[in-house]
């Protein structure tokens, strides 16, 4: 095992996917230096440091800066993937997937269907994306659920460095189109991440924490505010399952229904709105495949249906919270 951050996790990956695959690329606005810096090539490596050295390493023509433009980004991606290219995108918020939805959802996703399985898209668009970085209501989105409900994409959500790594390896060796999105607040997190040639399958939930009296279900930055609610449970003889998703589409609904008939109990936690969002979308599975196991309705803890606020306090109220995480499971734990 050796201890890494999130953001050095991608970053490994990648730099060395580029150096065993010719045909991986890395493009996305100021991947390599950008506008604004002192230096030239390599004077920030991407926004989120996530692309540093790439350019001293493998050249303008593996590590394009591109302008101002996420349906450019997007758009090249796709078509360098079926020009037999793996190209790798960084969209630095992933709230602009809006001006890239076409490139996304009618052409990217739709390729290997409507080529009649002739032809295939390995492209990878990462984005950053969830609040707590006071970036404001237009840099600070979850749009998970979005991109999930479109058909052809593999849609993931890695919550640890060593999921990162293990997810993005899965990610560089597939055929398919992949939106690989990276919680800001996550970048700086270090963990273990094992070493040798290891992947992470789509479709596999991971059992973060164990425990007979509900399940708990989140993804990316909710997990570890799921894990400190079953740590502090822990100790009052409340058992927790915690079942980190990894991967929104697949989703691993197995994982779910077989802990929710063990437990009886759901919480369900999203930072998307709750309109439309993953929580109702797993609250709907349970309740059509395992309503007969449930010995409480279900808690869904979703951010409120507004909005990403700027002010500081005013974004950590909109956040699902530790303690309204704890409230619920208190709540369904209470239910007579």
Known sequence: MTKMMYRDAIRSTIFEAMEQDDSVVVLG????????TDGGPEAIGGIWSTSTGFYDAFGADRVIDTPISESAIVGAAGGLAL??????????????????LDQIWNQIAKFRYMFGGKSTCPAIIRMAYGA????????????????????????????????????????????????FMEHKML???????????????????RLARAGDDV?????????????????????????????????VSPMDEEAILDSVEQTGRLVVVDEAPPRCNLATDVSAIV????FASLKAPIEMVSAPHSPVPFALELEQAYLP???RIEQAVRKVTGWQ
Request: proline residues 5%; hydrophobic residues 40%; glycine residues 12%.
């Open 29 to 36: 606005e100021d991947v390599v230096g950008g506008m604004g």
């Open 83 to 100: 020009a037999g290219k793996r190209p790798v995108a960084e969209l630095m918020f992933a709230d602009f997937i809006g001006v890239s």
């Open 132 to 179: 707590g970085f006071n970036a404001g209501a237009q840099h600070s989105q979850s749009v998970h659920h979005i991109l999930a409900s479109m058909p052809g994409l593999k849609v993931v959500m890695p919550a640890t460095p060593a999921d990162a790594r293990g997810l993005l390896r899965e990610a560089l060796r597939g055929q398919d189109p992949v939106i």
């Open 187 to 205: 970048y700086g997190m270090e963990g273990e991440v094992p070493d040798g040639d290891y992947t992470v399958p789509f479709g596999h939930a």
């Open 215 to 247: 399940t708990l279900v989140a993804t990316g930055l909710m997990v570890s505010r799921c894990e400190q609610v079953a740590d502090k449970l822990a100790e009052e003889g409340i058992g927790c399952d915690v079942l980190d998703l990894r991967t």
């Open 287 to 290: 309740a059509q495949k395992a």
């Open 321 to 323: 919270s530790v303690d």
